[in-house]
């Protein structure tokens, strides 16, 4: 079974530009949430999906932004991009929206603003 | 508001040796910990969950422990191998059910074993 993939893997934009990133879950997975991790924050909770619904979101502005499709997939969006946006962001998948599935995290996409 | 710490930032040990990484939370007890291991450039990888009235859980050379009352999760491998080396996240939840979002993660401790 194909795990998460995320693209792109590596991103550099300007501060003002806006991006989007996608991840695609594991086949058969509902539930797909996004995280931000940076070296002084850690690994921090931006939003969760399932069935296409937002389920819960973290302490991120408004200029953090997602979405999911039909087929679970996901995309997370980010506008205005500011230099402190330069991170790591993870996707992750789990069966279904309960706290104890396990999740299986992507690669990530190292997003660098310039 | 509920704090997670993992004692040391990078941990060095010798091949064949048991390393022991630490994970310490404020305010209240969660209803159970979870562990992850990250490769530089890689997403975490799900390792082992212990649940609050849990003391001990192993896997292969895995073992963690919970102790409520230190409010501290310790996570061991023995006969450590170079392959070993990684980043170790403890993450811990709040309550049972519902979002991911109600997992609280620790900033992580390098371990680096030698040969």
């Known amino acids: 079974k194909a795990g998460v993939t995320q693209t792109p893997r590596y991103l550099i934009k300007t501060r003002g530009q806006q991006v989007t990133l996608s991840c695609s879950p594991i086949s058969g997975h509902r539930s797909v949430s996004w995280y931000q991790q940076t070296p002084g924050q850690g690994l921090q909770f931006l939003f969760e999906?399932?069935?296409?619904?937002?389920?819960n979101k973290g302490n991120f502005p408004g200029r953090f932004s997602g979405r999911q499709f039909s087929n679970s997939r996901s995309e997370m969006n980010v506008s205005t991009l500011e230099l402190g946006d330069s991170a790591l962001y993870l996707c992750?998948?789990?069966?279904?929206?309960?706290?104890?599935?396990?999740?299986?995290f992507g690669p990530g996409t190292r997003l660098t603003v310039l | 508001s509920q704090k997670i710490e993992q004692n040391s930032e990078a941990l060095n040990i010798q091949e064949g040796k048991t390393a022991t990484l630490t994970c310490n939370y404020t305010n209240y007890s969660p209803a159970y910990l979870q562990w992850y291991r990250q490769d530089p450039g890689r997403g975490p990888v799900f390792l082992l969950l212990i649940r609050e009235n849990e003391k001990e859980k192993r896997k292969e050379r895995l073992k963690v422990t919970f102790d409520t009352t230190l409010k501290q999760s310790l996570f061991h491998i023995t006969a450590s191998q170079p392959a070993d080396s990684a980043t170790y996240l403890c993450a811990l939840r709040r309550g049972y059910g519902g979002s991911q979002g109600n997992l609280i993660f620790g900033k992580g401790t390098k371990l680096s074993v030698k040969p």
């Open positions: 992750a998948s789990s069966l279904d929206w309960d706290s104890t599935d396990t999740q299986y």
């Open positions: 999906y399932f069935s296409e619904t937002q389920r």
